[in-house]
């Protein structure tokens, strides 16, 4: 019996071997010799056709006479079929993608040709043998079947796999192979069956279900593919075996789809998701860049579309400069900023690689779009008031958006100096050059962790808010660091937006997440109750953007960054979407384990985007105008004097009852220390020195 089974797999091979051969024969032909073999084989069809139609309403083969006195008609229809068949295009479609279209066209085609023939039966005066008139119905009849049948045969025969597989109209009870994942698609409508052509031309996937939310279609038979209800999730991936969940339904609102994501988080399958079908006609993606589901799609927000009139106040034929235009928020303000056509983009970066990195993108750009826009890449720091000046005044800037800063919390509170230094002064000299260049608006791009902070990056951030709002209030001023005591008169209308996490930003734990799940983990959260704000990319820079246009001096703006997200659910999600589970105490034998490592220095379990309650709407949904206290420019000017000396002298205890004096709500978690004064003091101690702000309790807190 082995050996029998042995040398029916051998044989099978061998017709399989012999039969992909001929395929790929057959695929290699001259278009114009693939023609001439369909036109062969149409014209035996007609013929066929036309003799059954004759056997089938005579019943008696031996009156039939396609070579005596039917030989007239024999050779009537392939000449009045063909030429119909070629005016319809049929000889242009491609066999391997025939659709229901086609099948139309070779319908219209075979009715017209039926028609055309029985006119020619009608009119013939003298027949030479007898032809009944319903030979016509019949004919028409089979010829449309046999044309149809010989596309879809000719169809399946050139899409059948290597391997032997064919895409049959009822392939669900066939078992899959194991080399091609099988996959449920969310969604049977138009996008689902579309998308369900798309993997049956592909080796990657194998359809084995539909999934819709219609519980009409529950049990039904699509496409050759069971519909299953959402309920019955669990018995589809038992029966099914399916790896993966696809999601057909670009049409379906965004909170929709947020809550099919967040269902089907309770199940160890992967999901993605298909790019919307406006996106495939436009070329700008194909079906097959089927993508992991983010937390882009989790947070269920409908984007809000950009009102033109805010976007292009700022923007449009005139000149603007980014600082910072190589960070995750710079580089996406200056992408959105040549949507809107400046007439020149000023890019202000620190960073080298940043730089040349963006500068190239937004070239390639200008050149695919034929954008009419000069770009300056200056390779300089915001900590260079009298460099931030001649840039300014020399391309004549308009509009500056400050995006330079040190954001990573952890990394500021140990080495607080600089953060205080790039953040604050950096923002202070940025906005004297602005004023001194008469700039027209100046946009300070904040963050949530300014207000109420616990961190020094946080209580940086609110003291260069504090700087804008004391310049806005003056239309005349004596600038910091000038010992003149000449006035400068000030026309710049500065603005601040604040608002929570980006994702995708440098830093973000959405990254992190990503490459931890894809090591095997451990996922690393810091508390179970951590919470924050989350935004995309260029959904924050496009506010940003129209935030600017809205403010009339002084103004705080803050974003609707809709519900807090628990930072422990997202990371549990992204496993899970990533078709594994969570390993737990309740699930041992999960994939990835979730680790909790601390809250640290600085960081917060929540944010907050007000630090008072006074907040009033603007005509933008999603911005709103916080009413929060200044304080006047002569006195910041004296506290920042004070606190360019402590700096220097590394009196740590002094800058933290500055930032005490200064920022409301300030309440650091710990004594704040610079990393290298630590060391400084560590070393001092060990060889009996003292130091006047050294505390020795403080030393070894921080070296533990």
Known sequence: MNSIATTRRGLDAVASHKSASLRARLLALPRSQKRLLQIVFDTLLIWLALWLAFYLRLDDASVISPLGGHA?????????????????????????????????????AVTTSAILLG????????????????????????????????????????????????????????????????????????????????????????????IDDNPQLAGRIIAGLPVYPPASLASLLEHTHAAEILLAIPSAPRYRQAEIINMLTLYAVKVRSIPGFMDLASGRVQVKDLREVDITDLLGRAPVQPHRELFEQCILDQVVMVTGAGGSIGAELCRQIMASKPRRLVLFEQS???????????????????????????????????????????WEVDTVYHAAAYKHVPMVERNISEGIINNVYGTLYSAQAAIRAKVKNFVLISTDKAVRPTSTMGSTKRLAELVLQALAQQSVLGLYGDLSGDLTEN?????????????????????????????????TVTHPEMTRYFMTIPEAAQLVIQAGSLGKGGDVFV????????????????????????????????????????????????????IGDNVTPTEHPMIMRADEQSIQWERLKTMLTELGCKIKADDYASIRHIFFSLVDGYSPDEEMVDWIHLQQMAGRLSSGHSDPYANPSEVAHFET
């Not at 009822?170 to 899959?176: E, L, T």
């Not at 695919?368 to 900590?383: A, F, G, K, W, Y």
């Not at 604040?498 to 894809?518: A, E, H, K, W």
């Not at 105490?585 to 809250?599: C, H, M, Q, R, S």
């Open 72 to 108: 007239w008609l024999f050779i009537a229809a392939p000449l009045i079929s063909l030429p119909i068949f070629v005016r319809y295009g049929l000889y242009r479609a491609v066999m391997r993608f025939v659709g229901y279209q086609t099948l139309i066209t070779v319908g219209l």
């Open 491 to 523: 026309k710049t209308r500065f603005t601040m937006v604040r608002f929570g996490n980006v994702l995708g930003s440098s830093g973000s734990v959405i990254p992190l997440f990503t490459r931890q799940i894809r090591t095997g983990g451990p996922v």
């Open 119 to 210: 006119l020619c039966i009608l009119f013939y005066a003298d027949p030479p043998a007898v032809i009944p008139r319903s030979i016509v119905v019949i004919y028409w009849l089979l010829s449309l079947m046999f044309m149809s049948g010989l596309r879809l045969i000719m169809k399946q025969y050139f899409c059948r796999r290597p391997t032997g597989e064919t895409l049959g109209l009822f392939r669900h009870n066939a078992p899959a192979r194991p080399s091609r994942v099988p996959v449920a698609i969310y969604g049977a409508g138009s996008a689902g069956n579309q998308l369900l052509m798309a993997l049956r031309q592909s080796y990657e996937r194998n359809a084995v279900a539909f």
């Open 352 to 394: 080298e690689f940043n730089l040349y990195s963006i500068h190239g993108e937004l070239e390639t750009l200008i050149q695919r779009r034929h954008l009419n826009v000069e770009l300056v890449p200056v390779l300089s720091s915001v900590r260079n008031g009298e460099r931030l000046f001649d840039v300014m005044s020399v």
């Open 559 to 610: 974003l609707d960054m809709g519900e807090p997200v628990k930072i422990y659910d997202l990371a549990a999600n992204m496993i899970r979407l990533s078709g594994l589970s969570v390993r737990s105490v309740k699930n041992p034998a999960g994939d990835i384990a979730i680790e909790f490592v601390g809250l640290r220095p600085g960081e917060k379990l929540y944010e907050e985007l007000l």
